[in-house]
């Protein structure tokens, strides 16, 4: 039904072009060019006063605008770094050959994405910066384009590895899942099922990209739940703006090589463009330490296998269908199967009308092939498959409106999706449906006002072919329906007021999400203005937190793993549980459970454990010796009432599973999903100081109210210090022949044995016992060593310490297989009513709530840039949070019941300059980031160092149309961890020629 929805919008609007192109329409061309040098600008904004159409210089200066109003007309013309102007346009064929003064006016630059419509930066009500089409080509990075917000202030760039990468902003950082919204035209491109940025897969390129805009900060009251760090908007390059045929190509260190194609086509009367965007990459990955990080390495499974699906879980008893070894995991044969090396393929197309200056569409889809490493809280995993996307947009007078819609196949047997640390495969199909309108109204009768009107809908579908969503596979549905309205109205000439409020339901939890937002602009000048908002920012569980239900992590196959289950559903605890006994259900139907009070192991727990199967063996054997037979019914009588040996060993303590220093005792039930907020105060300035320099500084308070903490929710117990060999198998035997009964029968068989032989009780000397052939009878078994017969009593004596030492045999044999099967560090285990019952030891996590906590912590933003000349910028900025950690306990814990951390740095430092001459271009950054402390699941986190790097950027023009770069990121090789337990990080150097046609 989705699909059919899109293409029935996609003919309509069809339909509405066809008639906009019988409009007349006048084209109006120029050239934009420095005021002082003469030389084109390239990149410079466009705008028809008062709409959104607009244009875009090429590199000789050129752009052209075609409107279907009457002259005569305004327009806007701005670049970076120098000061804007309006235009008067009085007729088609005016000369506009126009010049730019040297400034710093990049507040007159128009940004989209603070308030979903068209403004100043220094207008918007939000923190801000702008990547500009000039500084993306003077970048350090020619692969993945992430990587230019690296030096954006309040942003965090998480390099994992060459290949994979993560953005996050002032909420704190994670692994997987992110904070900030991607947009790439206006359209959604994280993984919706769990908010994760896959940056390989989304195809994009220097080539293509006009420019970056970053909204920071909360902003959940125009783009919904899950927005709360920030949004960072991709946009790309128009057709009609800018045709033309470009290619880069690189090589480099890490074997990494690449192309990028651009075509782009645009009609004369500039009313019609296509662009198609082809982007390969490949080479060696960033990787562990083979010798630091060899225990995480052998955790590592080294054969992936479809797992066997029995009542709709994964089946962790038994062996999967294997699918992929070695040869495919580590082709490099360093022993390591944690993948070494990637290939990726991406393209797209866009169509493109203009029928007329209020009327735009674009029609749009792309194709990627790509996989890379991932990192999540419970360890490592490799996602790989092929994704489509479709998007058809309008902008039609005041009305916006857009549909768009994604699928990936989540890998196939051939080419999986798995993870590292249960080597399963895990099938991640997912589709992802968007539709979105927006209805702007001007009322300048009331304030000179300005009002957004929107509802969005966004339908997330997932197919883990039971593989991940377990038992919740057949029932988990998983939209988001919201409406928003935002008012901006001048209080007075200089101040504008700007609120906004959005309302949005998930189908599965029951209450909705309210995110309001106030902010005041107040214009000190036409370039500096001051800024001062509330807002709030919600969030609620992603499709995978909510619906995932499979082991996370197997710590002993068949036996123990981690289990996790989403929040869907609360865990409950039978608060009468016991703590059941790894491994024991080899030995007991059913498994084997303890006492939660027992603080020490019992011995009496490991005889109860083995007897099973070690009891039936020692009565064979006695009963396999003729002379022994007759006593094993009173054997086995004894141990029919038998409870098992006094006495204890080791200690019993229960913890955390992700968190071995927590101790976890209590049976504690967890929630269901819930919605959290983070309340944001912002003041902030935004300005220039006379020509040169521009100045950012912002101060921001956040209070985040409502967490979920990935965690066991359920208590692992460890064993520490016991021995379940050494002494408890003796002491069986020692209670059986401290038996009476037992005694008396040992006692009567060696009575009747004696008079049966007519031997006397008193015994016989050695000499006599042998030449009697007592050492050859069935009495061999009574005879001291020299072959002499004792007395009666001392041969029951002595055999009931030959039964004894049997029976302690045979119970030490079965310790010795216990103890083999037995892992101390998890010894045992409580499990909520989510685990399977399937005979398996499952740790169960999940995401504990904490609804009623609050965290709060202060920051900064500060930057500037000063433009020495037309040619030269330094710039600097710095970013500060008040705290990253709280510890319960400490003065400044904000009464948190559980430590939480921000993962962050508290001081990030970054500076640096950019060159751009007709002919030359150069670049160099500096990063320095404090020390700080993470804190993450599965071994991952830890004291993270300070970190110095430099990025760096020369090239210069060949031959007209040609430039030739070489980039370097951690210029210096200053190897690095994004985190402990990451890959480490060096230098790569490239080679990157760029061709325009």
Known sequence: MEKLSVFRFILIMSLVFNVNFLLAQNSISGTIVDAEEGVAIYGASVFILGTTNGSATDFDGNFTITTYGDLPIKIEVSSLGYTSQIIDVTSADQNLSIQLELGSDFLDEVIISASRRPEKIVDAPASVSVISARKIANSSEAIDPIRHLMNVPGVTVANYTANSMNIEMRSGNGLLGTAVLPLLDYRIISTPAARSNFS????????????????????????????????????????????????????GELRSRGLAVRHAYANESKTFGYKINVKYNEGADFGLDPVEDAERISSFYTKIVQPIIKNKVVDATQSGSPLIGMDYLDPDRDGNPLASEYQNLAMNAHFEFRPNENTTATLSGGYSDAGGLAIQDQGYFYNQGIDYWAHARVTSGNLFAQVSYNTNDGGSPQDPTFLYETGNRVVGKREFFVANAQYDLDVPSFLDSKFNFGIDYQDTASDSEYTLYGRNEDNDPYNITGVYAQGQSKLSENLTMTYAARLDKYNFIDEAAFAPKLALVYKLNESNSIRASYSVGTYGASSLEAYIDFPVQTLSAGQLDVWLSGQIEPHIFDQNAQIEVTGAGAYVPGGYYIPRTETSLEYSHLYNITKGL??????????????????????????????????????????????????????????????????????????????????????????????????????????????????????????????????????????????????????????????????????????????????????????????????????????????????PLAFGAISSNRAPNDGVTHISSGYRQYPNVTRSHWGADVSAEYYHNENLSLWANYSHVSQNQWIPGEANDDDLPFPSYLNTPMNKYRGGFRFNADNVRASLSYQYDTAFFSNFGAGLGGDTPERHTFDGNIGFQIIDGVFFDIQATNLLDREYRQYPGLPIIGRRVLFKTTINF
Do not use: C
């Open 200 to 251: 390989y897969q989304y195809g994009l390129t220097n080539l293509d990209l006009e420019r970056i805009e970053v909204i920071r900060g909360t902003n959940s009251a125009l783009y919904g739940p899950g927005v709360e760090g920030g949004v960072v908007h991709f946009i790309t390059k128009k057709a009609i703006d800018h045709p033309g045929t470009s290619a880069e190509l690189y090589t």
């Open 614 to 823: 070690t009891l039936p063996g020692i009565s064979a054997q006695l009963g396999a010796n003729a002379a022994l037979a007759p006593l094993v019914a009173p054997i086995e009588a004894f141990f029919n009432t038998y409870a098992g040996p006094a006495g204890t060993t080791g200690q019993i303590r229960g913890f955390n599973i992700f968190n071995s220093s927590e101790t976890m005792s209590e049976l504690t039930d967890v929630g269901s999903a819930q919605i959290a907020t983070i309340d944001n105060f912002e003041i902030g300035y935004k300005g220039r100081i006379g020509k040169k320099l521009s100045l950012g500084v912002d101060f921001y308070y956040a209070a985040r109210k409502g967490f979920t903490e990935f965690t066991g929710v359920g208590p692992t117990y460890m064993l520490t210090g016991g021995d379940l060999v050494g002494t408890w198998p003796t002491t069986v035997g020692q209670d059986l022949i401290s038996d009476p009964g037992m005694q008396a029968a040992a006692a009567g068989y060696v009575q009747a044995a004696y008079a049966g032989a007519g031997l006397p009780a008193s015994g016989l000397p050695a000499a006599t016992s042998i030449a009697l052939g007592l050492p050859s009878s069935g009495l061999a078994l009574l005879l001291a060593p020299d072959g002499a017969l004792p007395p009666s009593n001392l041969a029951t004596l002595g055999l009931l310490n030959l039964i004894s030492g049997q029976v302690a045999g045979g119970f030490t044999q079965a310790g010795q297989l216990l103890d083999g099967e037995i892992n």
